[in-house]
């Protein structure tokens, strides 16, 4: 069996690409993924949030643009939690190609 790590918030930079962060408005994001999650995995990502509060945690979700709404593709469960805080925006990271 091989040996398997998991990376919470991977993101793979091609050469000559440039990782960008900034806030988006929690109505202009989608989700990827819309399966069931684990109630205690969000409950994580809502007490981390409230510890670092009013700052957000890092490492933020990833995604990428599509349009002009953000769509996550990691991190999830840290963007349930910060609808939860009635949070306006949510801190993202994604990939801009030269």
Same mark, same amino acid.
């Given at each position: 069996?091989?040996?398997?790590?998991?990376?919470?918030?991977?993101?793979?930079?091609? !050469?000559?690409?440039?990782?960008?962060?900034?806030?988006?408005?929690? +109505? *202009?994001? =989608?989700?990827?993924?819309? $399966?069931?999650?684990?109630?205690?995995?969000?409950?994580?990502?809502?007490?981390?949030?409230?510890?670092?509060?009013?700052?957000?945690?890092?490492?933020? !979700?990833?995604?990428?643009?599509?349009?002009?709404?953000?769509?996550? +593709? *990691?991190? =999830?469960?840290?963007?349930? $939690?910060?609808?939860?805080?009635?949070?306006?925006?949510?801190?993202?990271?994604?990939?801009?190609?030269?």
């Amino acid at each position: 069996m091989p040996l398997l790590i998991a990376e919470d918030r991977g993101l793979a930079v091609p !050469p000559g690409a440039t990782v960008r962060t900034g806030y988006v408005p929690v +109505h *202009d994001v =989608r989700l990827a993924c819309k $399966a069931r999650m684990a109630v205690g995995d969000v409950e994580a990502a809502y007490r981390r949030r409230i510890g670092c509060a009013p700052a957000q945690p890092w490492p933020c !979700p990833v995604g990428k643009w599509g349009g002009d709404r953000f769509e996550i +593709h *990691d991190g =999830r469960h840290e963007y349930v $939690a910060a609808l939860m805080l009635g949070c306006e925006h949510i801190l993202v990271a994604w990939v801009e190609e030269s």
